[in-house]
């Protein structure tokens, strides 16, 4: 097959960019299928806004004072910004058709692996370094077992998440790792024209991430493999190095959340980061990405990513108990999951069966 005649199949196998679907001669922005992502980001947005009424409703005292609400923000972006970095990677992942159980454990990993005495004696750049470059190691032993070893990828993540934990746990000792760089620990604290560097860092992945899924070739391969992988392979896309390369990217995702967490708390232990897997995929799900794959945006799970953490932040501004931010996570992940098996034009179908609305005329 020729690379151009591949390409072109390619082309029909992963359909066009996300954001290059035209809308339906006469069809309004809100019925038009293209259109989807955005109103889903606008609905979080609009959940956003709730939560911040809530909260106006809850503590007068505190959303009175304009400086304390935009400290508040800064709070909340600042918490959302590690696991919306993962939430980078496993969305990637998902909309290949994938999933990645082991991004806590890994994240945990790099932070004790960098925090090692050992480590710590090369700086920073020698700490930086090691977290990314453990993330990906991690990141290309899933991709190989699930590619090659023909795991599934909940078994394939599952044992990393295990043998990852136990790891850290070896290497620490079962102790809390001091760092002692100051440039780290630095980096929680600064800011760059009133915004936390934490959460410019969050943005810039983001919008890398953005860029690859929407404007690259690697993007619409990755769309295409989790749409229907048998096609995607028969186009001539190689599938098995297409998945490595997309836990590859999960695990350098996890590798910069790890210098972040371990810049918040200036130190790392095998327990940290637990259950950020199950954090990362709920964001992903209530930003719109298919658990089946083959369908998700950037920019929606960022949304994702900020309403979790804007539930935990009203959470503790009301003294509630971290049992019920669960159970409401727990929820909402539910919920989320439902809204995506309804479609509009089901529910339009229902409606005109029905007899609760009139036919398109034929034209």
Known sequence: MSVSSEQKVEHEVAGPAPHAAPAAAGTSWWKDEAQ????????????????????????????????????????????????????????????????????????????????????????????????????????????????????????????????????????????????????????????????????????????????????????RRTVAIGGNAEAARLAGINVRGHTMLLYALSGLCCGIAAIMLTSLATSSQAAAAELYELDAIAAAIIGGTLLSGGRGTIVGSLFGVIVFSAITNLFAIANLPTEVQNMVKGAIIVVAVLLQQVRFSSITQFARRHGLTRAKPQT
């Open 36 to 219: 989807e992502p955005l109103r889903r980001n606008l609905g979080l947005v609009g959940v956003l806004l709730a939560l911040f009424a809530i909260g106006a409703y809850i503590r007068p005292d505190l959303y009175s004072d304009a400086d304390w609400v935009v400290n508040n923000i800064m709070v909340i972006l600042t918490q959302a910004a590690a696991i919306g970095v993962v939430t980078v990677g496993m969305t990637f992942v998902i909309i290949g058709g994938g999933i990645d159980l082991s991004v806590g454990a890994l994240i945990a990993l790099s932070g004790v692996w960098a925090t090692t005495l050992a480590t710590q004696s090369f700086g920073p750049v020698g700490m930086i370094f090691t977290a990314v470059a453990v993330g990906i190691g991690a990141g290309l032993v899933n991709g190989a077992l699930i590619a090659y070893g023909r795991l599934v990828p909940f078994i394939a993540t599952l044992a990393m998440l295990v043998a990852a934990r136990g790891l850290a746990a070896q290497i620490s000792g079962k102790q809390t790792q001091i760092s002692a760089d100051q440039f780290i620990n630095s980096l929680a604290t600064t800011r760059i024209g009133g915004i936390p560097l934490l959460v410019i860092i969050l943005l810039v992945v983001a919008g890398l991430g953005w860029v690859l899924l929407n404007r690259t070739t690697f993007g």
